[in-house]
Each structure stands twice: as structure tokens, then as C-alpha cells.
């Protein structure tokens, strides 16, 4: 019989239907079977009573075991309805089981808390919590949402290449691969170089994909394996094209995400993200005034936000102007990478921002230096050779229109929707410097929180 | 003034607009300027006569200047009409230039032959021309309707990580990593391992991505990253239910190509490909007995296909049952991976198969082996140590359902639907034993054909 999606039964009652998924919770009461089923979009509770071959099968499952259960929806008596589960209305009156395949009890109750390293040691089974899946299918919406604004945008999108010659914005720790014939390439700590190439090519083009950073830091936002959302669009005026284009890629993932994960979102207790049509835009200097008028701390001076000082300003904008996103803009020149364009009037800083969301950098941008001489010249003011950069400054010397971009971690903002406060718990397979997949030695991952 | 795309501007005669884009050809006869201008959606012909200033700024345009260009749309006069060109019966009369970048001319004249090595080296300009937009164009296209196609089939998108522990598959050639505390990782051959732990969480699941190969062969099919399009499925009963899936999923990707692409299609000289409502589906037997049926060759107790039997099949498909695209199922289960599904009649063979387009292996797939014990002595008949893959046997201890899946190559998909000889040329920035964007030595990488 053709399979039946368990979110489906509530409308087939009276109906025979077989339908297939896991055993959750099983519970023997003399001659009557109760047992939870669940597939991918819901689950039910199965009862087998006055047939033996039925009832013995029943009484064998385990947890975990993969089934094809065939039965007739039921509604369930008055008394047994449960409102707090879903299809606490109905149940399926067992005809049938056929056991697909076996499985060994779990290491631990499936509902148990557990710490960190547990969940991670055991990615493969802890995955299949409602509390995982739930910040998986965020996690994919947001890339659905994502990638179809911006096709509505014009944008087409690209494959980022992952081996490169070199490190494209110095600095960052990179990882180092054995290529051929001794060569020595690296892993692309960003796509950067490759989108500014492509916005020459298709104007507004997109990228998603990993990118990989060989940090020593073990923090809570650390991660080796990041995977990024990149965009670039040409023929802008400067960066507030790029901010109003931002504003609305992300209006339009939260919108999308409150939509299609309403019950995710409810299960893990997360409100709906603030989402106003203009998000507060300040400059740095305007966030270290108010951080200074609101704390009494003068950082006024500094060239950079310190964590504490992101968390308060997301604070304060969700307070007082009713948003869970602020950009920050006008960093200085001297602690952003040479591509990113001088604002003219005052050429020690930039147009540049990032966008804060509940606390946390969530991504960088700006527009970008489009002229040639300038752009070799900011290359050599990093210390940079330029020769390393001949074939990425082709798209320079060739015509590359004004342009601008932003990168942002797919795994920030999907923990920043799901609420929780480590990136690793929003990363499917996470690696840092302790592990891949497994520990990489037999010290613990415990974490330095920085 | 608002940017208009010069695709809008036929249905803006007689109106004044800006439009942006790049200087394509100019000609100058005396006191009249025309210059092309192209923008990521069209190209148009712009005039200028009766201005003095705007035609010295004309005069002085060349080849990719970045410009801003107002003006009156205007319908051309009959006998200037050009039926062969895009926009050939209209003209913008220009009223004012903005150069918004200059640029120095290209190395070679922008429809001009040339050869791999050129077109590579160069790529950053070769990407702009109208034949190399065209490509990748339908890759970005083939991608949309991967996608959405999945997801109307309940598919979730995930993240597979690319810096893993070990080779997944044994066999093929793998690029180490120098990871942190003198470990060494390596980077992903294929996503297999976490697709098929994937497919005990959300029973249907895709993921896009690079892998790595270290392949030292240079020929018109090998790349060092590719772009590799991967689903897995749980909850069938054999490889035919994989089969049925990607039929479908490769009739939308051709049917939403032939619809968005056509124009590039055409540009390209490619006809819609045939993808009837079933594809021919044959054995690797029945393969190779039509081969020594129809040529005389003798095969027949080869246990693979050579890419000339690749050809000749589908040449045959072609002819004779209207396909572009043939399944040709179990290979011997000495030819295939570990985690392959071995046919229990005839268990010297497997529920495997390729799918092969115009006359080229597009993807592999099959049903897996889901049992815990018989996974476990798969792996060590490879000679491999079931000992380092605890981490993904973790998902078949616990209950895994049957399930089965496939791996597609982008770059061959793209190659054959463009009727490009090289996956080079369907790949952006492409990477093999002689190259990463430039030649990583002196040598030529002129391609050994194999």
C-alpha cells in the first residue's frame, strides 16, 4: 500500500492507511500495544489489541526501530485525547507491522539533556531530536528564503571555487593543502575575490558554500567549516544600496522563516524576530555615543565593537526602536581589508558595516574599491604583493562597475533565530580545533568561553 | 534617475532613460557617435549627434568603459533596422555619458577564437563574452530547478562539511589538510556518509557542493572541485523508487532550462534535450549485448562501460527511443562502493545504476546497504577498518530505513546541455593538476585526452 504521511492522517480517518517512520515511545499493557510512531512531519500513536501475531510483534519493538505500520485512522474516545501532542486526536488501530530494520537502544533518553561533547559524539542519533530537527529545518528555510530573493532580485548565482593559490585577505589563519607536483594551495577563507570577479560578469550574483578558517580559538562562535552566504551587486551609488537590498533579503527570510517553521519556532520558545521596514543605521561613532550616554563607558575612541558592546546596542535598538537588527557602519580604514572602498569625505574610514541581530555580528559588507590603481595601491598598503593578485585585478583593469557585497555565516544567524548559544548546536557537523565529527584527541573539547 | 535594464527599454519608446552597463563596440563617422552598450540583460545601440560635449565624451569611450548612459528611446528608421541583433529596431539617443570606470583594452578582440589556455587564463574577462554568460546562465538555472523540484518533493537541504576525518570511499585520490595539533584531515571526496546519517533525521535530503579529487589525469572530463548535486531518500523499496525520483527531477530541471535558457540554448546552437516520460532503462547485460548486437564488439563480460559504449548507448537511446538520457542498472558489486546495495538475486550484482547523458556519465546512484552487521562486513571486504567509521555507523546501529540516493556532476550537466567538448568550460574557475586560476607551473596544460 502507497505510503501515507503521518500529517496526513488527521484527515483519513475511517481510512486504511500504512504509513512508515520510527518507534518513539513503546508501552505493553496486557494485551493491548500502544507505540509512537514518527516520520519527517509528525507522529502518532499506534494500538494493537485482540490480535496475537500483531500484539507479539508490537510487544518486540524497541525505540528506533524503522516500521510499516498499516492500521485505520481513529478517533480517539473523549477521554483519551490529548491536546498537548500532535494528533492527540486520533490514533491507528494496527492491522499490520513489518519491521524494516532493527536498532540497538539508545546511549541515552532521547529527551535527556545532555552536554555539548555528548550531542556532538553522537550527531548521527542526537540529530533526530525534536529540538535538532527543528533548528535544521530553520536552518534550510532560511537558505530557501534566501536564495529566492534574490533570484527575484536579478541575482544569478555562482560556484565559489574552494582551492586557492593564495589568501585573499591576509590575515585570517589559513588551512594549507598538499596540491600537486608540491605546490602548496590553501582553503578560501571567503569567496571574496571570486564574487567581485563575477559581479563584473552577471552584475548581482550570490554564492553559498563553505568557507574555512583555521582559528585557534574554541569559543561558542568559532568554527573551522563556516558556511557562508555571500553577495555582491554592481552599479550601486555607495553602501546604501547595499544596506536597502540587505534590509529586505532579510525581511523576507524572516517572514519566510516565521511562516514555514511557526511550529519549530514555538517548540523551541523563540518570539518571532523584529523586523521593521528600515532597521536602525548608525555609525560607529554613533553606537560608542550611545553605549557612553546609556553606560557611562567611553569607548568613543575605539575602532571596533567589543561583543558587550554588540549585545547592548542590539539591546537598545530592540528597546527603543523596535528592532532585532541594527547596522553599524563606518569602520575605519585601518581595520578593514583592502578592497573595501574610503568614504571620500572622511577617507580614515569606510563604507562599510555589519549588521547586528540579537547580539551578534551576523555580516560584514560594504562597497568595494572598483578603480584599478587604487585598488593596487590599497593592496600594497597591506603589505600585500600585488603580483599574487594579477589575475583577480584582470577584472580591474578591464572595466568593473562600482560595486558591493556582503558576506554572512549561515550558522550565526540560524542559532540566532533558534536561540541557542552555541553556533556548534547550529551546525550540523561542526569542526574546530578539537574535533571532526569525532574528538581529534583524547582531551575533552571543553570550552573557553572568550 | 532610476536604472532601467535595457531589456525594458522596447517598451519605452519615446521616453527618456538611464541605463548602465558596458561599452561594447564604438564607431565614430565624423560629427555622429554609435556605441554598444550591454548590461547583464540585453544590449542596445546608443547615438549621439548634435551634442558637441556629450560627443567628445563618446569619442573618447572604449571597449568595457563603465558607463551611465541618458538618453530617448527612440524607434529606428526603417532601413537601419537589424533583425539579427537583440534591441535591433530601436536606439538610445544619448543625451549625457557618465563614465563610472575606465578600462584598458581587453588582450584579444572580444568574439575572437581562442584556445583553453587563453580562455582560462583570462578568465575573468572570458567569463563577460556572450558564449561563456550563456553557460553559466543555464548552470545557475539547472540549480534552481534542482532545488525547488526537491523541495516540492519534500526534500531538506543540508550542509555537508568538507574537512572529514578519513576517505569515505577508499579508492579515490584524496587532498590532505594540515589541521590543528599535527593532525592531518582530508577534504571530502563526496558528501555519501553525511547524506546517508542525514537520511535517518530527514528521510529525504539534497545538498550542492564542492568535492575534491586528486586526480592526476588532465583530461576534458577530470577536475580537482566539483560542484556535485547530491539527494538521498529513505523509505524505499529498491533502487527503481531512486530511479522513479530522478526521472522526474531531471524532466523539471530540463523542462525549466528549455523555458528560462532559451535564448542562450540558442545562442549555443544545443536543441531541447529528450527527456520522455520514462527513460530507457537497461542492465549493464542488456547494455552491452545491444552494443555486440548492433556493432559486433563483444563486451559482454566486461563489468563496466568505457566512455566510447557510454556514447554508443546513448547515440543508440537516441535513435531509437527517443532519449537523451539512459539508466543503466546493476554494475558488479566488485565495481562499486561498500555502502551499495547488493541485489539478493543475483548478489554478485548490485541495485546500482548511472544515469548517462548524451553520451556521458552524469550520475551514479543506487539503493544502500541499511543493515547494521551486513554494512559493517561490507566495509571490512574492502579491506577498510570498520573501526573508522564509528561515527557514521552510529546511524545504522540505531535504526536506519532503506534508503538509496544519487551523486550528479554540475559541471558534465551544464557541459552537455551547453555542447561544450570540456567540463572546463562549464566550470567558472576550474581547478586541475595543472591549474588553480593560473598555471601553478610554466608547463602548458595541454590536455592529454584520454
Known amino acids: 500500500?502507497?505510503?501515507?504521511?503521518?500529517?496526513?492522517?488527521?484527515?483519513?480517518?475511517?481510512?486504511?492507511?500504512?504509513?512508515?517512520?520510527?518507534?518513539?515511545?513503546?508501552?505493553?499493557?496486557?494485551?493491548?500495544?500502544?507505540?509512537?510512531?514518527?516520520?519527517?512531519?509528525?507522529?502518532?500513536?499506534?494500538?494493537?489489541?485482540?490480535?496475537?501475531?500483531?500484539?507479539?510483534?508490537?510487544?518486540?519493538?524497541?525505540?528506533?526501530?524503522?516500521?510499516?505500520?498499516?492500521?485505520?485512522?481513529?478517533?480517539?474516545?473523549?477521554?483519551?485525547?490529548?491536546?498537548?501532542?500532535?494528533?492527540?486526536?486520533?490514533?491507528?488501530e494496527v492491522t499490520s507491522i513489518e519491521v524494516l530494520n532493527e536498532a540497538q537502544p539508545l546511549p541515552f533518553a532521547s529527551d535527556a539533556e545532555i552536554n555539548l561533547d555528548t550531542l556532538l559524539d553522537n550527531r548521527p542519533i542526537t540529530l533526530r531530536r525534536k529540538h535538532e530537527r527543528a533548528i535544521f529545518k530553520v536552518q534550510h528555510e532560511i537558505l530557501v528564503a534566501y536564495r529566492t530573493h534574490l533570484v527575484s532580485q536579478g541575482f544569478t548565482e555562482f560556484q565559489a571555487p574552494k582551492l586557492v593559490g593564495g589568501d585573499a585577505e591576509g590575515g585570517a589563519e589559513v588551512f594549507k593543502v598538499k596540491y600537486f607536483k608540491g605546490v602548496e594551495a590553501s582553503l578560501a577563507t571567503s569567496p571574496q575575490l571570486y564574487k567581485q570577479i563575477m559581479a563584473g560578469v552577471f552584475e548581482r550574483v550570490f554564492a553559498v558554500g563553505p568557507t574555512f578558517r583555521a582559528e585557534k580559538s574554541a569559543t561558542s562562535r568559532h568554527l573551522s567549516e563556516i558556511s557562508m552566504m555571500d553577495l555582491e551587486m554592481a552599479f550601486i551609488k555607495d553602501h546604501t544600496d547595499v544596506i536597502t537590498l540587505v534590509t529586505g533579503l532579510i525581511r523576507a527570510i524572516v517572514e519566510h522563516v516565521n511562516t514555514t517553521c511557526a511550529k519549530e519556532l514555538e517548540y523551541l520558545g523563540q518570539p518571532l524576530a523584529l523586523a521593521p521596514k528600515t532597521f536602525p543605521v548608525m555609525t560607529l561613532r554613533e553606537g560608542l555615543e550611545i553605549i557612553k550616554k546609556e553606560t557611562g563607558v567611553d569607548k568613543t575612541g575605539e575602532p571596533d565593537l567589543e561583543p558587550e558592546d554588540e549585545r547592548f546596542l542590539?539591546?537598545?535598538?530592540?528597546?527603543?526602536?523596535?528592532?532585532?537588527?541594527?547596522?553599524?557602519?563606518?569602520?575605519?580604514?585601518?581595520?578593514?581589508?583592502?578592497?573595501?572602498?574610503?568614504?571620500?569625505?572622511?577617507?580614515?574610514?569606510?563604507?562599510?558595516?555589519?549588521?547586528?541581530?540579537?547580539?551578534?555580528?551576523?555580516?560584514?559588507?560594504?562597497?568595494?574599491?572598483?578603480?584599478?590603481?587604487?585598488l593596487v595601491s590599497r593592496i600594497e598598503k597591506k603589505g600585500l604583493d600585488p603580483e599574487r593578485f594579477q589575475f583577480y585585478l584582470q577584472a580591474f583593469k578591464h572595466g568593473i562597475p562600482p560595486h558591493g557585497g556582503i558576506g554572512m555565516g549561515l550558522e550565526r544567524l540560524t542559532a540566532k533565530f533558534c536561540g541557542v548559544a552555541n553556533v556548534k548546536e547550529a551546525t550540523l557537523f561542526p569542526r574546530d580545533i578539537n574535533r571532526i565529527d569525532t574528538l581529534t584527541s583524547k582531551e575533552s573539547s571543553d570550552e573557553a568561553e572568550l
Open 314 to 374: 542590539c539591546e537598545y535598538a530592540n528597546k527603543h526602536m523596535g528592532s532585532d537588527f541594527v547596522f553599524v557602519t563606518h569602520y575605519p580604514t585601518s581595520k578593514r581589508p583592502f578592497y573595501t572602498h574610503i568614504d571620500p569625505e572622511q577617507p580614515e574610514l569606510t563604507r562599510s558595516f555589519d549588521l547586528l541581530f540579537r547580539g551578534l555580528e551576523m555580516c560584514s559588507g560594504g562597497q568595494r574599491v572598483h578603480k584599478y590603481d587604487e
Open 1 to 92: 500500500m502507497e505510503r501515507t504521511l503521518i500529517k496526513d492522517l488527521a484527515a483519513k480517518v475511517g481510512e486504511t492507511v500504512t504509513i512508515n517512520g520510527w518507534v518513539d515511545v513503546t508501552r505493553v499493557q496486557g494485551k493491548v500495544a500502544f507505540f509512537d510512531v514518527r516520520d519527517r512531519t509528525s507522529f502518532v500513536q499506534g494500538v494493537v489489541f485482540g490480535k496475537p501475531e500483531v500484539l507479539e510483534v508490537a510487544t518486540a519493538l524497541k525505540p528506533e526501530y524503522v516500521v510499516a505500520v498499516t492500521g485505520v485512522v481513529q478517533k480517539r474516545q473523549e477521554k483519551s485525547i490529548n491536546d498537548k501532542v500532535e494528533n492527540g486526536d486520533i490514533e491507528l
